[in-house]
């Protein structure tokens, strides 16, 4: 949830209006540029580390510092609903492996949509989202991810790591418009102006390049498009297997027809996890992560028109190998010790990879 201020927008008020039902989902686009959104907005993106960046129009924040907050609202109102914007710059950063990411550098006017955008649209998905989703929320963060990995790892030693290629690059803008639809965002002007978003192209060396397809790394609105596309996704693959274990639902607790209960459903036994658009899922045995690694592939394949890349996505038995997630090592390993209760009982240990302290320390 985006950064509280009463001066602005009380926004803790506002995601407990979305959770009490108490705003028309069908007709949100006015609170984009209502005028104490749009200030809080400015404000966000004033404090942003990246606003002297210049777009693709070579502006940086500097521009919208000569207009009143009455004039962006009526800036931010007439590009909404005219669905009016501009290329995405791309550049190039190097990625860890020495293959390069492709970045999206919107224009500040662009940007100001979306950040008005965001701080409407994005309360509510937060209301929403599963408890096994960590990446781009205020609310959680990597340190979440990496604790809910360790704390099951013990139990679970078998992971299916997937991997997907070009995840943001691959995002379509129908099924964009679909989840969000699905997850409760009934506007038409806003599901409109992200449904163009997504197909509006990038400036690259100067040349336009029409791409149908894709939310750009760096936007605003990106990180939140990503969440919401993969949402579905989230709650399929929790009832698939996370719920064994929700001590709530009463039907797999029952000793008297627990047996009957769990054949009935053919439940596979698995907590996942998902930063962005990497994914694990923790299994107790090899025989359950190969049922996920099928069903997950091809829900994201049939369902998601995403690409699964096959090299990368496998199997860990982290007994016997180290996993990379989120910058470190997982392995498992039998504890030595004379307390007779813990000996020989799986502990999970998490390190960081010798290379990357290296590089710290030089």
């Known amino acids: 949830m985006a950064v509280n201020n009463i001066y602005y927008v009380d926004m803790e008020k506002r995601y407990l209006d979305y959770q009490n039902r108490a705003i028309d989902m069908r007709n949100l686009h006015p609170m984009v540029y209502d005028d104490r959104n749009v200030a809080l907005a400015v404000r966000q993106l004033g404090q942003s580390p990246g606003r002297m960046t210049p777009g693709p129009d070579g502006s940086n924040y500097k521009p919208l510092e000569k207009y009143s907050v009455m004039e962006l609202a009526e800036i931010v109102k007439e590009r909404l609903l005219k669905k009016q914007m501009d290329y995405v710059k791309r550049i190039y950063i190097p990625k860890g492996n020495g293959k390069m990411r492709p970045i999206g550098i919107c224009s500040i006017w662009d940007k100001l949509v979306e950040k008005c955008i965001q701080l409407v649209v994005e309360p509510y998905c937060e209301t929403k989202f599963v408890e096994s989703s960590f990446g781009f929320r205020e609310q959680v963060s990597t340190h979440n991810a990496l604790a809910r990995v360790k704390n099951y790892c013990q139990t679970m030693p078998y992971v299916l790591s997937v991997d997907m290629k070009d995840y943001f690059g691959t995002i379509d803008a129908d099924i964009t418009y679909r989840e969000l639809w699905h997850i409760g965002i009934k506007d038409q002007v806003i599901l409109n102006y992200i449904y163009r978003f997504i197909k509006k192209g990038y400036f690259e060396k100067s040349c336009k390049v029409e791409d149908p397809k894709g939310s750009p790394q760096g936007s605003i609105l990106g990180p939140l498009i990503s969440n919401v596309y993969l949402h579905r996704f ?114 999970v240990a998490n390190c960081f990879p010798q290379e990357k302290a290296d590089e710290i320390v030089g």
């Open 234 to 347: 989230d709650v399929w693959l929790r009832d698939q297997g996370d719920c064994w274990y929700d001590l709530d639902v009463a039907k797999f607790h029952s000793k008297g027809h627990i047996r009957r209960n769990l054949e009935a459903t053919n439940l596979k036994i698995g907590i996942h996890v998902r930063y962005a658009d990497d994914i694990l899922v923790l299994c107790k045995d090899h025989e359950d992560a190969q049922r996920f690694r099928h069903s997950v592939t091809n829900y994201l394949t049939r369902n998601m028109r995403l690409v699964i890349n096959e090299d990368k996505t496998k199997i860990y038995d982290l007994t016997k190998e180290k996993m990379k997630y989120l910058g470190y090592d997982f392995y498992v390993f039998k504890q030595n010790t004379k307390n007779v209760k813990k000996k020989g009982k799986l502990m």
